[in-house]
């Protein structure tokens, strides 16, 4: 109980320190907004050209969708992977792993604390002026909001895991970037964020559906009207991927510190 | 003509440091590419479904990532140093930039390198022979392809130089820099058909990511010589009105008493 105490005051001190920052709010905020700015006026033509509807899905549904995707960008869950290879480079992650404490969650805190500020403020005004500018989806709310937590909160959990786990690979490789850029790109591409769901071909919905980097962010198709029948499979799937990264993110790292030994950090 | 020499010698020397790291170069140059195909798969299929928008074709996006790849692997691969004046503000290692009797834009601009950029560059020549061989070029649309690279490049090396040089004018301006210039980039790897009315007026003459790759590919297709004049005349204010803003903020920068020996 004293170390889930712990794990929230870090979380805390690290979004009161956002929010004392007010640049970064203003930024995300603006970045935000020319993001979906861009988006919502090209879909905006697009969907008009098709007569309101494209592959049997709306101009509403498909823009809640990229707003949701927009949205999980903010909280940056990714950075994770970079903190920790900055931490690894510099060498402070020796004085990080002899704490009492779990180096990696102490770590997924803190980078959920860096976010969330901005996240809530953006997702709460975001929805309001998504009700007010473009509309509300047709989703029923006692069904939407269970849905949709627990998709979002598993798929957060997975892509700390798996964020973690190449962040933890700088133990062993000098550079982490490329293998970030790489799984980066297919969580954006399969997660919807330029080309949204409904537009993807066969291949690419199969494998959003099966792999894990779909699965992050299985959160941004809970607006679809054929989620509620994939809800209980997607949330299965999200549960395994998070076991099989689980242990192996705690495979590596107990690897990791073993090898930082060797070295002396 | 001493400036030019200097500044071969730092991407020269900056280059040879790189390549020490041989695993971590290859990685970085082989994992950009690989990154950058994304971009391409999405609007691909984005074309496919929709046909064609404003004039461009599902294919034409080829043209968009060779011009955008190949003007950000220059400038981020050769004058990567003007991506951390932020960094050397608030550290203080401006100052020894301040203290040599060189160029301080030049030698600013060639202290660093950027190995992933060479990746964004491959994508670019692999986009642009695609995009050669799709459209089949002719000689005169070749020699306009070059031209606007050289172009392209002016323009994203102007704008990021202002981007970054917004940080003179703030206590900690490392973000609010990163955030404009990753506005300007990201909105320039839209798909081309995308813009219209007041945004395309914005994105041309406000914030000039259309200028990286969409307006290039049109003035291609279209062999638009009023277009190919308004993206010289523009590349020319940009370019100017970098340097000035650059050396006027520089006015803002203020030593600090960081002991140390740079970067």
Sequence with gaps: MKRIRFFFTVLKIHMKNQMQDNTNLILDVFNMFSRCLIVFLLYGYVFGLKGGVVNGVDYTTTMWSMFIYFCIMILNIRRIDKDIMNEVKSGNVETFVNKPYNYLTINFFKVIGKGLFSFLFISIIGSITMILLVGIPDVKLCVFVPMFTTTFLLGQILGLLIYGLIGVLAFFIQNINPIHWVVDKFVMVLGGSYLPISMFPPFMKTLAFISPFGAINFATSTVYSSFTSEYLIRTALQIIWIIVFGLLLNIVYKKSLEKSMINGG | ?263
């Design chain 2, 1 to 263: 003509m001493s400036d030019i020499k200097l500044a071969l010698f730092n991407i020269r020397k900056n280059l040879k440091n790189e390549k020490e790291l041989k695993v971590s170069f290859i990685m970085s140059v082989v994992g950009m590419t690989i990154n950058n195909m994304a971009f391409l798969i999405i609007w691909y299929y984005f074309g496919k479904t929709i046909g064609v928008i404003n004039g461009w074709k599902p294919l034409d996006i080829l043209g968009l990532f060779a011009f955008s790849g190949l003007s950000y692997g220059i400038v981020e691969t050769l004058f990567n140093g003007i991506f951390y004046i932020p960094r050397y503000i608030s550290s203080g290692v401006f100052d020894k930039f301040l203290t040599t009797p060189k160029n301080i834009l030049l030698k600013v601009s060639t202290s660093q390198i950027k190995t992933s950029a060479l990746g964004d560059f491959t994508y670019g020549l692999i986009c642009f022979i695609a995009f050669y061989l799709y459209k089949r070029l002719t000689i005169m649309q070749l020699l306009i392809s070059f031209l606007l690279i050289i172009i392209t490049s002016i323009i994203y090396y102007s704008f990021s130089l202002i981007c970054m040089s917004i940080s003179f004018y703030l206590m900690d301006g490392e973000n609010v820099s990163e955030g404009l210039h990753n506005m300007f980039l990201s909105n320039s790897l839209y798909h081309g058909g995308a813009f219209t009315g007041v945004l395309r007026f914005i994105f041309i003459f406000i914030i000039p990511s259309l200028l990286l790759g969409a307006i290039p590919v049109e003035i291609i297709i279209n062999m638009s010589m009023i277009k190919l004049v308004l993206i010289c005349l523009l590349t020319i204010f940009w370019f100017v009105l970098s340097v000035m803003f650059f050396y006027k903020s520089m006015k803002k920068y203020e030593s600090n008493n960081l002991f140390g020996f740079g970067n």
